[in-house]
């Protein structure tokens, strides 16, 4: 299953291939794109564990950008 979240606040490109990197190390992540520019990540993950990924998801880029709020 593959969507486009916005996300609000991500201040640089730097912080958004950190949290690209950090999400990609999750289990269940099949691919993920982080966009400064578009201030969008796209996110391609097993449909079965998407509730549970979100949640990791949220607390790694915390980790990273703790302005930064995903829109799911």
Not at 2 to 24: G, H, P, S, Y
Not at 25 to 50: C, H, N, P, R, Y
Request: aromatic share 6%; with cysteine; hydrophobic share 40%.
């Amino acid at each position: 299953m593959t969507k486009v979240f916005n996300l609000v606040d991500l201040d640089c490109a730097n912080c958004a291939q950190k949290m690209e990197d950090a999400i990609r190390k999750i289990d269940g992540v099949e691919d993920v794109s982080v966009s400064f520019m578009m201030q969008k990540m796209t996110l391609t993950a097993d449909e079965e564990k998407f509730e549970e990924i979100k949640k990791k998801i949220k607390k790694v880029c915390r980790k990273v950008e703790p302005d930064c709020k995903i829109e799911f």
